[in-house]
């Protein structure tokens, strides 16, 4: 599903973020990712998800080395994904329901299904009275369920989550966890980065922890 062997993650012009990192996310896996802020969460997901590609080292994404593949064939891959942003990345002209409801567009989903699977999820999330509203309009925490229900929407294979518990309360983190845990039960494989070690602690899945630009296993 996911390999790296001996990757380096830097920045042009600057010192390495990670270093060394080798790991391997087989079929079935949940994983939390945990760190300080700024130890490399966010840029380790942005290599999975080929939006940045290692200095050094190789990863192997869905069979693929990932430096074999072309830009024409990064949106085809991502397809396989969900994947959470820290800035959400709605789109701004589409209300919320037309939101979540794009990935199953995408895969030419039948108009029925998505009239139903699109409310069900929002009220699951607890947006169910703001099917219409335009993102614009909501909370932080609310735009991030948004986005967390799009993610999620199409079953994929491989869910990649920045910090997606960062913008409510503690109910709701709980609510969205058992979300993913359902997902998961039903075959996505899940890679969550998070520094609520409240959160982690809750759930029993394995931990990938950076410390000094190292990638650590801990159960």
Excluded: C
Aim: glycine share 8%.
């Amino acid at each position: 599903m996911v390999r790296f062997e001996n990757v380096e993650i830097r920045y042009r012009g600057k010192e390495a973020i990670l270093t060394d990192v080798s790991f391997d996310l087989g079929e079935g896996n949940f994983h939390f990712l945990t760190g300080k802020s700024g130890a490399g969460k966010s840029s380790l997901l942005k290599a999975i998800y080929l939006g940045i590609f290692p200095s050094k080292g190789k990863i192997n994404l869905f069979g693929r080395d990932t430096s074999s593949i072309t830009k024409k064939e990064i949106p085809e891959i991502r397809r396989r994904m969900g994947i959470v942003f820290q800035d959400f990345r709605l789109i701004n002209n589409l209300t919320v329901r037309e939101n979540v409801a794009l990935p199953l567009r995408i895969f030419d989903t039948k108009g029925s299904i998505i009239r139903r699977h699109v409310p069900e999820l929002l009220e699951w999330v607890g947006l169910g009275d703001h099917l219409d509203d335009l993102p614009t309009s909501l909370s932080g925490g609310q735009q991030q369920r948004v986005a967390i229900a799009r993610a999620v929407i199409a079953r994929p294979v491989l869910l990649l989550a920045d910090e997606p518990t960062g913008n409510v309360d503690d109910t709701i983190a709980d609510r969205l966890l058992y979300l993913f845990k359902e997902l998961h039960r039903t075959g996505t494989n899940i890679l969550i980065a998070t520094h609520n070690e409240n959160l982690i602690q809750k759930f029993d899945y394995p931990v990938l922890r950076i410390e000094d630009r190292k990638l650590l296993l801990s159960d």
